[in-house]
């Protein structure tokens, strides 16, 4: 028989002093409730018996569809695998009542997990879904997961166009701004690459390489700010040499054939995407600023997407290393509508951060996508998941606190979103101080949602969040 001290440290995950069903094992509970849980293994804890003993804490009761959901069922419609919490005993699904100290935390486990995943907070769960029979329960949490099956019902996607890794970064529109709109008009590259020779000819001429030529371009004023944009766009022949304009013409029209060709191939990606965005399942938002990058990448998105666990899913995905738009302003477009209808986000990490690529992770944060952040270097992956605050944001329509997933292994990206859109996600519920609560993806140790034990912005932020 459990004595109060047991019953105590049992169910200290659980407590909390902000009211409501945290308050309710505390040291001050009423005895008649330690008394009644003290006898739970010989006098199992029926829904009338639970209500009587919520009173105590003045809790509100709670409807039999609610009791029976948390406590006597393992539903196979919920969002994550119910059976994979702490504790679970196969015998408790089925059974009439709550047997032990251990199928009563279980139960508080679900409601603390699926609080924290789509309330924020546990007396606001509570309050919302004690009531609801159980057609509510069902359309509730139905609503919350992926269906698989008609993910899988889809097939394959129509084919995208296929643009070698070594020149998709042609596609960038830094590259777009050197080459011109089409290969009947001269751009701006060619134009200082020409200027360039003939000078260098005016002072003895001679062999030179393009990397030479441009640097002297370069120290002409209309040029100046253009440095990283013709070295990017000219980068598989930076280190060529040319003795005439003859092998200049030549060398530059070998470059811009692949990048009209990388071009006209990656517009029409981009309109196989836009056909398929109301299916589209994962956005992947990265920067690129060089060829290297852009191979890189590339690489990235297949190790990815072809992992045994996701190609029979037939996942549709945007590989931003092969679309392209007619301008930035039509891209942002593009990529805003992307974010708005894709399931779930990975956002890649590179050497340097863009206004871009943080704005589209946080966009999908504040809609209350699942968002992994991928980091290829240790002390990143540690700033990402302990210092950076884009890592957690506010869902916009229910303020609930959302965080990033963040990881610096592509299996685990992988792992990710099979567990995402198959609707089996692990989490660790945390309470690391008196009253904070932490939600933990237990793949990755990633905090993902809290409940702060600070009064004052509780209070504050859901006093008025829904007001404005």
Not at 11 to 26: A, D, K, M, P, Q
Not at 121 to 148: H, K, M, P, S, V
Not at 316 to 343: N, Q, W
Not at 427 to 456: A, C, F, G
Request: net charge neutral; proline share 4%; charged share 25%.
């Amino acid at each position: 028989m459990p004595t109060r001290t047991q019953i105590l440290e049992e169910l200290s995950l659980f407590r909390l002093t902000s009211g409501g069903l945290g308050s309710w094992i505390t040291p001050t509970t009423d005895p008649e409730v330690f008394a009644c849980l003290g006898q739970i293994d010989e006098v199992p804890l029926t829904r009338a018996r639970l209500n009587q003993l919520l009173a105590y804490a003045h809790e509100a009761p709670l409807s039999e569809a609610f009791y029976s959901y948390y406590w006597l069922m393992d539903p196979c419609f919920h969002p994550y695998d119910v059976k994979d919490l702490p504790g679970f005993d196969p015998t408790w699904p089925g059974s009439s009542a709550i047997s032990s100290l251990a199928h009563l935390k279980w139960g508080l486990y679900r409601i603390y997990v699926d609080g924290l995943l789509w309330f924020g907070n546990i007396r606001t769960a509570y309050r919302a879904l004690r009531t609801l029979d159980d057609d509510g329960l069902r359309q509730f949490f139905c609503e919350r997961r992926f269906d698989l099956e008609a993910i899988k019902r889809r097939g394959p996607a129509l084919p995208l166009r296929s643009i070698p890794k070594d020149d998709r970064y042609l596609i960038a529109e830094m590259a777009c701004k050197s080459y011109g709109d089409s290969p009947d008009t001269v751009g701006d590259l060619k134009t200082a690459l020409v200027e360039a020779f003939e000078a260098h000819q005016s002072h003895g001429g001679g062999p030179i390489t393009i990397r030479s030529l441009l640097e002297r371009s370069f120290r002409a004023a209309k040029y100046a700010a253009r440095q990283q944009e013709f070295n990017f766009s000219a980068d598989e022949v930076l280190g060529d040499s040319v003795a005439s304009k003859v092998d200049l013409e030549v060398k530059y029209e070998s470059i811009a054939k692949k990048f009209f060709a990388a071009r006209a191939d990656a517009l029409k990606n981009t309109n196989l995407y836009l056909s398929m965005v109301g299916d589209l399942d994962i956005y992947v938002a990265t920067s690129m600023r060089s060829r290297r990058d852009f191979r890189d990448m590339a690489t990235v998105c297949e190790n990815i997407f072809q992992d045994s666990r996701l190609k029979d899913l037939h996942l549709r995905y945007f590989d931003p290393t092969l679309s392209a738009a007619a301008g930035h302003e039509d891209k942002g477009l593009i990529e805003c509508l992307m974010v708005k209808c894709a399931k779930a986000l990975v956002f890649c990490a590179g050497d340097r951060d863009s206004y871009g690529k943080d704005s589209e992770a946080a966009m999908a944060l504040s809609l209350g996508k699942p968002v992994i952040f991928y980091c290829d270097q240790e002390q990143r992956r540690t700033f990402y998941q302990n210092i950076h605050p884009l890592s957690r944001l506010v869902e916009f329509k229910t303020g609930v606190a959302v965080g990033a997933m963040i990881t610096d292994r592509l299996d685990e990206v992988s792992e990710l979103l099979y567990r995402i859109f198959t609707n089996k996600m692990g989490y660790k519920l945390e309470q690391p101080k008196p009253d904070y609560l932490k939600l933990v993806e237990q793949t990755t140790r990633s905090i993902v949602r809290v409940q702060t034990n600070d009064r004052m912005i509780t209070e504050t932020f859901w006093n008025h969040y829904h007001n404005r």
